[in-house]
C-alpha cells in the first residue's frame, strides 16, 4: 500500500485493536493494494475502485464499515482524493472534513 501518511495509518490500527475497526483498517489496507494492482496496469483510481469493490461483497461488510474503510484510505493512501470522489460521486458518500 503506498501511503500518503502512514503515521496515521498506524494510529488508525492501534486505537482500533480487537475491535470491528481493526477489520475494517485491515482490509482499506487490502482493497488499496487490489486498486493498486489495476492502477499499475493504467486504470484510474475511480476504474480500479469500480472493478475492485466487490471485494466488499465478499467480506459481508456493511455499509457503515465500508464507509470506515474509505474514511481510512481518504486520510492515509496515497491515492485517497481520488477514492474519496469517486466515493461521493458514486455511493453517495459525505466528503470527509480535514481531522488535522
Not at 38 to 45: A, T
Not at 72 to 88: A, R
Request: charged share 30%; aromatic share 12%; hydrophobic share 35%.
Amino acid at each position: 500500500m503506498k501511503y500518503k501518511d502512514e503515521e496515521l495509518y498506524q494510529e488508525w490500527m492501534d486505537k482500533n485493536k480487537g475491535t470491528m475497526g481493526e477489520s475494517c483498517v485491515r482490509f482499506a489496507k487490502t482493497w488499496a493494494e487490489a486498486m493498486e494492482e489495476e492502477i499499475e496496469k493504467g486504470v484510474s483510481v475511480a476504474e480500479a475502485a469500480n472493478n475492485t469493490h466487490h471485494l466488499v461483497k465478499e467480506t459481508d461488510m456493511t455499509w457503515f464499515a465500508f464507509g470506515s474503510t474509505c474514511h481510512v484510505l481518504w486520510s492515509t493512501w496515497h491515492y485517497g482524493k481520488e477514492l474519496e470522489t469517486w466515493c461521493v460521486e458514486t455511493r453517495g458518500m459525505k466528503p470527509m472534513k480535514p481531522a488535522r
